[in-house]
């Protein structure tokens, strides 16, 4: 009996497992290409933001040197 069960070979039936591997894989597929496309729009929001204006920004520094120089004349 050992003997028989050492030469007794077992199968597995794939199939079954095969479609669902290719079905996650296909979601994964597409999961991949929407993580892309968002971070893609992320990284386009991230350069367009700004902290601040930039006519702000001009606008603090030409009040500075006007500062600065009327501080020197006086």
Do not use: C
Not at 40 to 57: D, G, H, L, M
């Amino acid at each position: 009996m050992n003997n028989q069960l050492k030469e007794t070979k077992i199968k597995m039936d794939l199939k079954g497992y095969k479609s669902i591997i290719e079905i996650h894989q296909q979601e994964m597929a597409s999961h991949k290409v929407f993580m892309e496309r968002f971070e893609n729009r992320f990284e386009s929001k991230i350069k367009q933001a700004k902290i601040y204006p930039t006519w702000a920004v001009v606008v603090f520094i030409v009040a500075i040197l006007f500062g600065v120089v009327s501080f020197r004349l006086f």
